[in-house]
C-alpha cells in the first residue's frame, strides 16, 4: 500500500494505492466527510481482497475536504465552491497507473458510495468512455432538474447498484432528504428511488425488457438481498442489489452506528468481481451490439 500524489486542476491531489500490477483497475471513490483510507476501514478492506489475489490494483481516491465535486445541482460542499476538478483528478490517476502499474486502460472501473456514488455516475456522463463498468452504492439519481452533467453522448457499460431498503442517509424510495440532513451534509434537491436509478442505467443502455428478479439465499437473519438483473441481447447489463433491511452501508462491512445494517452474504469485492467479470461490450444506441 502506497501514498501517492498527482498534479490535477491546478492541485496536488492524493491517492492510496494496493496492489503491485494488474490488468484492471478499479478507482474508489469514498462518501461525505471521509477520504480513501478511512474509506478503506469503513468497508473493512473489502477491495484491497481485489489487490491480493491479483486480480485489479486498487487505488482510492481522496476528496476535496471530504467531499467529490459531483453533479448535483444543489450540492454546497468546499469541492462545489471551489470547482475543484475531480475529472482531471480521476484522468491524472489513470495515466499515471498505466504507467507505473501496467494497467489496461481500456479495463478501467470505478466503485463509489454515497456522495462518491454520485461522483460515479458523473464521470459516466461527462467522461464517456473512461470507464469499463461502475459500481455505486447507496446513492441514487439526482432528478433531471437536479442533474448538471450532460445525458449525451451515451457510452454503455456494466452498471451495478446496490442500496439498502432501511437507509437513513440516502432514501431508498427517493425524494428529499430530510432538512437536518441536507444542512449536515450541505446538499439538496430530490432524487430518483433506486429502482427508478436503475431503470434509468437499463434504458441507458438500450435495455427495454423488465428486470428478472431473484432473492438470493440468506444466512442473515436481519438483512437479505434481491439481485434485479436487466439484460437484453447483448447490451451492457445493469444489475440491482436491493438490500432488505440494510442502511447507508457497503455490502461486507460490519453494522455501524447512525447509518444502520449491512448486509454480510456477500462483500463489496463480491459485487465488483461480478463487475469485472462482465463480458466488454462494445455497444451505442441506434447500433447492433458486438462482443469485443
Known amino acids: 500500500m502506497s501514498q501517492q500524489t498527482v498534479e490535477a ?16 483497475l478499479l478507482l474508489v471513490f469514498h462518501g461525505s466527510t471521509q477520504n480513501g483510507r478511512t474509506h478503506q476501514k469503513f468497508t473493512d478492506h473489502s477491495y484491497d481482497r481485489l489487490a491480493e489475489d491479483g486480480t485489479a490494483v486498487v487505488a482510492y481516491l481522496d476528496g476535496f475536504k471530504g467531499n467529490w465535486n459531483d453533479a448535483r445541482r444543489e450540492s454546497r460542499f468546499p469541492a462545489r465552491k471551489n470547482s475543484i476538478d475531480d475529472i482531471a483528478f480521476t484522468r491524472a490517476v489513470v495515466r499515471k497507473l498505466a504507467a507505473s502499474h501496467g494497467i489496461d486502460e481500456r479495463r478501467v472501473f470505478a466503485a463509489g458510495y454515497s456522495n462518491g456514488g454520485q461522483m460515479v455516475m458523473r464521470l459516466i456522463h461527462e467522461a464517456p468512455g473512461l470507464l469499463a463498468g461502475a459500481a455505486i452504492f447507496a446513492s441514487t439519481m439526482p432528478v433531471p432538474e437536479s442533474f448538471l452533467a450532460p445525458t449525451e453522448p451515451v457510452v454503455a457499460l456494466p452498471v451495478l447498484l446496490a442500496h439498502g431498503t432501511a437507509d437513513p442517509i440516502v432514501p431508498f424510495d427517493g425524494g428529499s432528504m430530510t432538512w437536518w440532513k441536507q444542512k449536515l451534509f450541505r446538499v439538496g434537491g430530490s432524487s430518483l428511488s433506486m429502482p427508478q436509478t436503475a431503470a434509468y442505467f437499463a434504458e441507458r443502455n438500450g435495455i427495454s425488457t423488465e428486470p428478472a428478479v431473484t432473492r438470493l439465499p440468506a444466512r442473515e437473519t436481519t438483512t437479505y438481498l434481491e439481485r434485479s438483473e436487466y439484460r437484453q441481447d447483448k447490451r451492457p447489463l445493469v444489475v440491482l ?19 444502520g445494517r449491512s448486509n454480510r452474504d456477500r462483500t463489496a469485492a463480491d459485487l465488483i468481481s461480478e463487475l469485472l467479470e462482465a463480458p466488454q461490450i462494445e455497444w451505442q444506441p441506434d447500433e447492433q451490439p458486438s462482443q469485443s
Not at 241 to 259: A, M
Open 241 to 259: 442489489y436491493r438490500i432488505h433491511g440494510g442502511g447507508h452501508t457497503v455490502p461486507g462491512s460490519k453494522d455501524k452506528p447512525f447509518v
Open 9 to 24: 486542476g491546478g492541485r496536488t491531489r492524493t491517492f492510496t494505492t494496493v496492489g503491485t500490477s494488474a490488468r484492471n
